[in-house]
């Protein structure tokens, strides 16, 4: 069913339950707004978006306004112009004008809005909040100097993540988004998931940068700085330089890399074809062994502190594998180091990630197989982003470039764990071919694709049938999650193998990546790296020869000793941290 | 008229506990008539006294219990919240009279088809939670509440529960969010509460004093309720006097009575009276030229204020105007919840000015900034709350203004004096 109503005397069909300012804005009227989000709930708060609709008193917010039959609305007046304008001033002397050296300077919804209404000069006395900024987490800064109270990030941490780190605390202008009282961000349940800076307007919530320490690290002439790059930045970061979401950058970003002084360029993506080797022995070692079931993958560093954080009792089921970042971290300060005869201690390994969580991953203390750190930095897309512009790399133009060969090759399953249910799809090719020892006639696992939060199937492997589920999404995860651990309980079986990503989406999707960082963009994205998979010769992680050389000459067997020691990890039971924060 | 169609009548200071004493007094009639009628019955009963909600919108209580959406089970609650500077009528009624409002909810839940019910009480006041639970066990024991009411096989649970002290949770829909444990924001309307309210249940928020009039009318009929006070806002009032008057305290008047009559009654105004605010600290503040209104909703209405939760204080001469505009101000910036941007700066830049007129330091640009102020929180406001700083703010500066700007004009030349 749909409606019919006049915008600005401009007459517009839309479906039933579509807002006023959805409708406005298919008779092409942009309604200014400062809490809303296309991907969140409208909650009404900013109070820019107000209409007048004939015959009803006042203004309405048109955000939480159902269009009606035969309504007219009207979104300009003198009125509603001086009344947006009065609460952009409003807001606008309450924040510090720092906008030139601010992280959001140009993606600043606050300062477009500002720019749009043409605010030159304040009425208002200016104030400031004078909060202290809470650097204390690896992965995300919070500024609630600048912060609006939209709530968009108590939504993404509360509902959609469930994660609960943050909230909304004092009252009128005092109120601010803050972690329980006595936590910072570094010490609360946040799992740096980075959702809550991806939908911050303003520079309120944003990543810890690293880039003056790896700028450092490249001027340093001692130093050999090599790189490595997550699969879901490859089709994110050309948006950054004015390319389409989707758009496949990976040979630029190996010339960029090169050009702004990186010594050596890797691919996660080789080491994805790695852990799914690792993975996929470890699964059928279980189906041999007839469990413990599920398996539940461990890429998303997220995923895995929420994991420790609320549910540790399903941390035996989680893989042991490290995320395919550690796994090249240790295997450049060990393999390449040794094969290149340099002694690690000069090797500055730097990952390019789409995420915040990444971030926390590389600093926590077990990730040194190599008797070093063995991820010193990691940036993520926004910041590899600023340095080339710092660099004066004209992105868009480079020359497509080769990687550096011994751990860059990769496959089309590799490319797609930057979507969610890629891990899936990817360890379902190897798993398949290497138990049944026959051909994969259909290589395309359609069922565990897409953007939805939640995704089950049951594949048939010569005969068994294994029960797969695919979330990304934390607060998706749950549902699984929930189900899993009352199945586990009754010792009664629920799945045979499951992926969890922490964001929504999977790694395309995360924390890190350019902004706007929207649901529609993140299906652009993941578009782009299934395109790429159809598009390369090799698609099963397990026939990348790379991979296969450095098992043979290297780490003998997937599973062997050597290969857990430098590849596969062990998790921490964070209870505690979760029920001191509650 | 009759002595028990006031509350008054019912209010037993040295043992309101006593339940043996409110049932002497004429307690529990009115459960006892109800029981005898259908749901319909009660409501119509309620629509013909005319009774209007004491909390300070004024709605007609008999069409809100109409309202209640049908198919689910729905929530009765008391709004207990009672937050309003100057008003302290329902803290009056609760320490005195608890079973008539436990009895006025029982009626309303009869009436609505509610099994459970609840008490907000305003989380400053600890001592009247406690009273008011132990209130619902003797209530209970008595066989007046919970399980088959006098044998009549309908069953009406209470439980009381405090707030934390925030004045927007007053307002029913942030007071229900704050019930289910949620942060104290008022929600949109529609849906309103009785179609979609406590936990998506429909529900009904009544205010302690409209509660406590419901037993008065189903024991007496809606006629003699009807019979008192103004046509079309009839029966008794509690009016909250405050600030100088002669003998502060709670007084019940039929509605429509004229203030002059009301200040009267209370020993008069101490000194010269200067000014006046009805109806709490978002009601205007008027001149002397109050004293021949009527305290009734729609004359009040008519007068360009709101008679509110009948809050009265008294100001004389002795009282600075740009102080009443720092409290004021102050109080709004204090108590906005945050949720939305126009409340929450706004009332922070009112306060900011306002207190910069107070401290001596005010711009005469602030008082048409102030008035803009208001112009966007008006106009922009997510709840009531936001929008009715107006009424205060542009009454002190409409009628006092001229004290207001004087004031400045002396602190700007006492200082350069003493520069």
């Known amino acids: 069913m749909s409606v019919s109503l006049t915008v600005d005397g401009n007459k517009v069909t839309v479906p039933d339950h579509t807002s006023v300012l959805e409708a406005a804005a298919a008779a092409h009227i942009s309604i200014p707004t400062l809490c809303r989000h296309e991907d969140l709930v409208p909650k009404g708060a900013c109070g820019m978006c107000i209409v007048k609709i004939g015959g009803q008193t006042g203004f309405k917010r048109s955000c939480v306004t159902e269009a009606r039959e035969g309504m007219s609305v009207w979104t300009s007046s003198p009125e509603i112009r001086d009344i947006r304008r009065g609460i952009l001033e409003l807001v606008l002397a309450a924040h510090p004008a720092d906008c030139l050296q601010c992280i959001k300077h140009g993606k600043c919804e606050l300062q477009t809005l500002a720019e749009r209404f043409e605010i030159r000069d304040l009425h208002y006395d200016r104030y400031t909040r004078g909060l202290p900024v809470d650097q204390t987490s690896l992965g995300i800064v919070r500024d609630m100097n600048k912060c609006i109270g939209c709530g968009r990030c108590v939504e993404m941490c509360n509902e959609t993540q469930t994660v609960a780190s943050i909230f909304f605390r004092g009252r009128g202008a005092d109120t601010i988004v803050a972690p329980t009282i006595g936590k910072s961000m570094g010490d609360s349940v946040c799992v740096n998931c980075g959702q809550c800076v991806v939908y911050c307007p303003v520079g309120a919530l944003y990543e810890r940068e690293q880039i003056d320490e790896v700028w450092k690290a490249i001027d340093d002439p001692d130093k050999i700085v090599v790189a490595q790059i997550a699969p879901a930045v490859r089709v994110a970061i050309g948006e950054e330089f004015g390319l389409e979401p989707g758009e496949l950058c990976i040979g630029k970003l190996y010339s960029a890399l090169k050009g702004m002084g990186v010594d050596v360029v890797f691919d996660t993506n080789f080491s994805a074809d790695l852990t799914i080797l690792e993975e996929g022995t470890e699964l059928l070692g279980r189906i041999r062994e007839g469990g413990p079931f599920p398996l539940i993958t461990s890429c998303s560093p997220g995923w895995i502190k929420f994991c420790e954080t609320f549910y540790p009792e399903l941390l035996g089921n989680v893989s042991s594998c490290k995320s395919p970042q550690q796994m090249l971290g240790a295997l450049i300060k060990t393999y390449y180091a040794t094969q290149r005869e340099i002694d690690p201690a000069r090797l500055v390994s730097l990952s390019i990630m789409p995420c915040t969580a990444k971030k926390f991953e590389a600093r926590r203390p077990e990730m040194n197989a190599s008797g070093l750190c063995d991820v010193d930095f ?20 480079l020359d497509e470039s080769a990687p550096d060969p011994l751990l860059s090759g990769y496959t089309g399953a590799a490319t797609i764990f930057g979507a969610s249910g ?22 395309d696992f359609s069922e565990v694709r897409g953007m939805q939060g939640v995704k089950e199937a049951t594949v048939d492997m010569d005969g068994l049938a294994v029960k797969i589920a695919v979330t990304n999404g934390l607060g998706n995860a749950r549902k699984i999650l929930d189900t899993i651990s009352a199945a586990n309980k009754l010792g009664k079986p629920s799945y045979h193998f499951v992926e969890i990503m922490a964001c929504s989406g999977g790694c395309i999707g995360g924390g890190g990546q350019p902004l706007p960082n929207t649901q529609a963009k993140r299906a652009r994205r993941m578009e782009g790296l299934y395109m790429e998979d159809r598009g390369l010769a090799l698609r099963k992680s397990h026939e990348n020869p790379e991979v296969k050389r450095i098992y043979a000459e290297f780490l003998g067997s997937p599973g062997s000793s050597l290969a857990h020691k430098l590849l596969h990890t062990s998790y921490l039971d964070r209870r505690e941290a979760a029920s001191a924060s509650s | 008229m009759n002595e028990r169609s006031r509350i008054s009548h019912f209010a037993n200071s040295e043992a309101p506990l006593d339940i043996a004493r409110y049932i002497e007094s004429g307690g529990y009639v009115g459960l006892m008539a109800a029981l005898g009628k259908t749901s319909a019955e009660v409501i119509g009963v309620v629509k013909n006294s005319g009774l209007r909600g004491r909390g300070g919108a004024g709605f007609p209580t008999g069409l ?20 309003e500077p100057g008003t302290f009528k329902d803290r009056f009624i609760l320490e005195r009279a608890p079973y008539l409002v436990l009895e006025g909810m029982t009626i309303a839940a009869l009436a609505i088809g509610a099994r459970e019910g609840y008490i907000y009480v305003r989380g400053e006041y600890p001592e009247i939670a406690k009273m008011l639970a132990l209130a619902t066990e003797k209530a209970k024991a008595r066989g007046y509440l919970g399980n088959d009411i006098l044998s009549s096989g309908f069953s009406f649970d209470v439980a009381v529960r405090v707030g934390g002290g925030s004045y927007v949770v007053g307002d029913e829909t942030a007071l229900l969010n704050s019930l289910m444990g949620n942060r104290g924001y008022p929600m949109l309307k529609p849906p309103f509460p009785t179609e979609k309210g406590l936990w998506g249940k429909p529900t009904v928020v009544n205010n302690v004093e ?79 030229a109050a004293l021949d209104y009527n305290l009734d909703f729609p004359s009040m209405q008519k007068a360009g204020g709101a008679l509110g939760s009948g809050a009265i204080v008294a100001m004389n001469t002795s009282v600075n105007m740009a102080h009443v505009l720092e409290v004021t101000m102050r109080f709004f910036a204090q108590e906005s919840c945050g949720q939305c941007f126009p409340c929450r700066y706004g009332t922070r830049q009112l306060d900011y000015m306002a207190h910069r007129i107070a401290l001596g330091l005010g711009k005469v640009e602030y008082l048409d900034l102030m008035r803009e102020t208001a112009t966007v929180m008006v106009g922009a406001s997510f709840c009531p709350f936001g929008q009715s700083v107006a009424l205060p703010l542009k009454s002190l500066l409409d009628e006092f203004g001229d004290e207001i700007v004087s004031f400045m004009t002396e602190q700007q030349y006492l200082k350069e004096v003493s520069e």
């Open chain 1, 378 to 397: 990691v940036l993520t897309t926004r910041e590899i982003a600023r340095m080339f512009r710092q660099a004066g790399i004209c992105f868009a133009d």
């Open chain 1, 422 to 443: 890629g891990v899936m799809e990817a360890a379902l090719r190897t798993a398949y071919e290497l138990a049944t020892g026959k051909s994969l006639a259909r290589i």
């Open chain 2, 210 to 288: 409209t509660l406590a009039y419901v037993p008065i009318i189903l024991g007496l009929g809606a006629q003699a309720f009807a019979s008192i006070g103004s046509v079309n806002c009839p029966g008794y009032k509690l009016f909250s006097l405050s600030g100088h008057v002669a003998n502060p305290g709670v007084y019940e008047f039929p509605m429509g009575t004229r203030l002059r009559d009301v200040l009267e009654k209370a020993g008069g105004v101490t000194g010269t009276l200067k000014a006046i605010q009805i109806g709490g600290t978002a009601g205007p503040i008027f001149g002397p």
């Open chain 2, 64 to 83: 809100k219990w109409e309202s209640v959406a049908a198919g689910e089970q729905p929530y009765l609650v008391c709004n207990a919240d009672e937050g």
